[in-house]
């Protein structure tokens, strides 16, 4: 009868060109997903010098305007009646690199005694700005958070003190970076901003924004940004992290170390990874042609090696309706990869008989003790209890088996409870099973047995038990409780409860001890 199942030779050709395009997809994929590692890494790491380098520029920045304000404050320390000096001195200081959108000299009391550009109306009047009254307080040289100043600009104050000779406090010289008009950070970082959505922005400790491509972002608070948390504690590094637009950005951030201030140097995500898209697409239209080739190649191995194969198939099958692993090895291949397959048959089938058998024996033997386990013990119950076979259980405990894991450990406890089981296969008769019945719990089942019986072999292992050394040093005691079906009860839940009340009676009353149970003939259950 011709059979309607798929043959052979389509499986393996299914299989075959299944495998092959999952592997090609798969490499595709692969190779994508580490392109788009390695460009996220790599961006990562390119944003994170970035900044590290224009975190080092601004600081190298500002630390040259305190000394060019430093030097400027001993200039004119000796002139500061001189309003001509004073005015050519604030006009160069401007002029000399565009450091400072303006600059200004007061006195001591914050008076103000020459400004550049002139334009700034403030002459003669006394400074009341938040940076003007912290470098006056302070004397001593600073950079000024964020604040809106007289003139109404937002700006930062970058002020040096000016000392007479004898040390005396006689004012300040100062400079001012324009946050919203063209200024110093603009010359230092507006030529690195790019078209495709990549830009640096800059904040202060306080997780304030002081210079952005967007002017209008300009004094915004960005704390909830995980990179500004991170770079105004302190830190460096690189991370992929949401804008506050929704952007994803890979961003690079670095610690300016004389303000507190961090750059961030960031990429749009989807940028960064769009060349990656135009790579798979190449090197799938290259593929194409191999892909085509490969197929054929695959469709005539399949097809070459289907006819072995199906006969070795047919032989296994027949095989194993048989149980005859001998009719496998009269089977030869005309190639090298048939004759091994039939090898491994034939080793795979012996030795699965042999695993069968094995696994057999583990799932009804305890693996700690290697006696009958309580699965298989039910089982035994439920069987003699069906063929109504007279039996007798021995419930056993051992006696502050607890004392003995809490003083010597739970290794030595189980060496214990293994060395129990060989003392009850020392007693026990043959036909009669020694089991586990659960922890320290042991179970002797006894077929076709009397209860005089039964008690003469529990008093043997009690009386053994007591008088040898255990693994713990010393001897050890057991309690035990008897029952017998059907005299006592007639299911085996009622049994095992008569003997579990003997148990408990026999440690009521001092254990180290044997005790039969009570009919529990007339308990429902």
Known sequence: MKSHRLKLKHLIMGVAMAAFFLTSIGSVWGGYRMNIDSIKENTLETNRVYAQKLASTADSYLNEAFQILGYSADQVRTKMDDEQVLNQETERLRLQNQMFNSVVITNAKGLVLSVSPPSIEIKGEILTSIGAKEALAKKTPIISKPYEAMTGRLIIFISHPIFSESNEYLGMIAGTIYLKEPNAFKTLLGEHYSKDGS??????????????????????????????????????????????????????????????????????????????????????????????????????????????????????EESLDKKNVEGLKSVSGWYFEAYSLKNALVRSLSFLHGQVSFFKDQSTVDPLTGITNRRTMDSMLAEWLASKVPHVIILLDLDHFKSVNDTYGHAVGDKVLQFLARQMESVAREGDVCCRYGGEEFVILLPNTTIEEATLVAEQLRKTLADTVSPCGRPITLSAGIAAYPAMAHTTEALIEAADDALYLAKQEGRNQVKVGVSKRNKKI
Request: proline share 4%.
């Open 199 to 316: 830009y640096v922005y800059v904040v202060d400790s306080d997780g304030r924004v002081i210079y952005h491509q967007d002017p209008s972002r300009i004094n915004d608070i960005v704390t909830k940004n995980k990179v500004v948390q991170a770079v105004t504690s302190g830190k460096d590094g690189a991370q992929l992290v949401e804008n506050t637009k929704g952007v994803k950005m890979l961003a690079g951030y670095s610690a300016v170390a004389s303000t507190g201030w961090g750059v961030v140097a960031q990429k749009p995500l989807e940028v960064a990874l769009a060349p990656s898209f135009d790579r798979v697409q190449e090197v799938i239209i290259k593929s194409v042609p191999l892909m085509f080739v490969s197929i054929i190649i695959v469709l005539w191995a399949a097809a070459r090696i289907a006819n072995p194969l199906q006969q070795l198939a047919s032989l296994t």
